[in-house]
């Protein structure tokens, strides 16, 4: 296709080909026509003739030629004349005498047949008359006789001139229509996708709430503007995590930023004679740092898993040692709950060992967050009644998560009743471990269940396929 014909439109080249292949097909159609028609006139012309022959030659081999029995036998079909001369070109019968002479007839013979043309007989062409001829040299009753038959194919060649003709011009003219009738249909069929390209010129980032209008017909454009649709709420609703994403990153990289700053506006007044405001300030710049430095590795880690570039290096471990591990080390740091490692049943499991300590450790830290001291956190490991699974739950006694809240708390930068747990004496966080935790339970078809109420804890299960 060259640089010209790429730019039309779609509506215009398919009118072109549409239009194309109608025309070779007319064409084609009318080659055949044309073809069966003068095979079908030479044939039964040679049809004729041979029959007319035969039948002759039989009556010559008895004897009977030329006889009164002979004439009431009608050995010659209707439309086939015969012509008996002697060897001086004395004509002896003739069955036509207003038909072309014989001396005619022969100077205007074909010299090139027409492919469909017996090779057994000749062809002449008088005017607009076309005679098929065959001349047969045999004895009778000592005498030698020339035999000419002659069967006319048409009396009117211009007739199948002007008839070809004719074909020709429909065939034209049937191109040219079905050109004209092809470009509107195209041109209607392809109104929703102008449509859909007009629509999708107007939508930008700040207004997404354009849709395209799907038409009433179940066809391929209706599921294409449908498909559109559906391609739109999912960008809107991306770029309104996005924005969110963003707006949210943003509030909590502001709150250190802002602490950092004040306390260094603090040490340049005051840190320089005063201790303990030096001492002050360097511990909690430290502590808003390390807050910005886990923050900023966390929106890193989901930043890379949005992009499908967080690796993961699966294999088979095992599910009891990994967990008793991880328990074993928060019992060993964690002063102010009891932590406890209830049933742990062994089971191997296909998984990234890293992640999968990251991701038990983050629902251990969200009990420990929204525990208060004094409280409980427990987990057990067993294998569910399918044999297929490992149940592991992890759970505590801490203040609950409200039946409205539950679908929520995997939502990015999402916290429930901070403020609360703060006044509890809790632990403050970000509100994205559990997006990363459901992110690594995802990577590895683990199906993740809560069991909660408000004031009566939280219990988080999950099934993690198992090995075999």
């Known amino acids: 296709m060259d640089g010209r014909t790429a730019k039309w439109r779609i509506s215009t080249k398919i009118a072109c080909l549409y239009g194309a292949i109608l025309f070779v097909m007319l064409c084609l159609m009318s080659f055949v026509t044309g073809l069966g028609i003068y095979f079908s006139y030479y044939n039964q012309a040679e049809h004729e003739m041979q029959i007319s022959i035969r039948n002759v030659l039989h009556h010559l081999d008895e004897g009977t030629a030329f006889t009164r029995e002979f004439w009431f036998d009608e050995p010659i079909l209707p439309g086939v004349v015969l012509r008996v001369t002697d060897m001086s070109g004395q004509l002896l ?168 700053l004040g306390y260094s506006d603090l040490l340049s007044r005051w840190g320089r004679t005063d201790k303990e405001v030096l001492d002050e300030g360097i511990a909690s710049i430290r502590s808003e740092a390390e807050d910005m430095q886990q923050l900023i590795e966390k929106l890193l880690f989901l930043a890379r898993a949005d992009q499908k570039r967080q690796v993961l290096h699966k294999e088979n471990i095992e599910l009891s040692e990994l967990l008793a591990d991880v328990m074993k080390k928060m019992q060993l740091v964690e002063k102010d709950h009891t932590v406890e490692l209830r049933e742990n049943e062994p089971g191997i499991i296909y998984a990234d060992p890293v992640t999968m300590r990251q991701m038990v450790r983050i629902f251990l830290q969200n009990s420990q967050k929204y525990t208060p001291k004094g409280g409980h956190i427990w987990a057990s490991s067993r294998r569910a009644p399918d044999g297929r699974h490992m149940l592991l739950e992890l759970a505590d006694d801490g203040i609950g998560i409200a039946k409205e809240n539950q679908e929520k708390i995997f939502e990015r930068f999402y916290r429930v009743d901070s403020s609360r747990t703060k006044a509890e004496g809790g632990v403050s966080g970000t509100g994205l471990g559990l997006s990363i935790a459901q992110w690594i339970a995802e990577q590895h078809d683990i199906r993740i269940s809560i069991e909660s109420d408000l004031g009566k804890g939280t219990k988080f299960i999950l099934e993690i396929p198992i090995v075999g």
């Open 93 to 260: 019968i003739d069955t036509d005498s207003h038909y072309p002479a014989i001396d005619d007839v022969n100077a205007n013979v074909i010299k090139h047949k027409p492919l469909w043309a017996s090779d057994h007989m000749q062809v002449s062409k008088i005017h607009n008359m076309v005679i098929y001829h065959a001349k047969i040299d045999t004895v009778y009753h000592g005498d030698v006789l020339q035999l000419h038959f002659y069967r006319t194919i048409t009396a009117n060649e211009s007739f199948l001139r002007h008839l070809q003709l004719l074909v020709l011009l429909g065939t034209v003219l049937s191109f040219l229509l079905a050109l004209l009738a092809g470009y509107f249909m195209s041109n209607r069929i392809l109104r929703p996708i102008r449509t859909l390209t007009q629509t999708a010129r107007k939508i930008e980032v700040e207004r997404m709430d354009r849709r395209i209008p799907v038409p009433a017909s179940h066809d391929e454009l209706a599921e294409l503007a449908d498909t559109f649709n559906h391609m739109l709420d999912r960008l809107q609703a991306g770029f309104k995590q996005q924005q969110r994403f963003v707006s949210d990153a943003s509030h909590e990289l502001r709150t250190p930023v802002t602490v950092i």
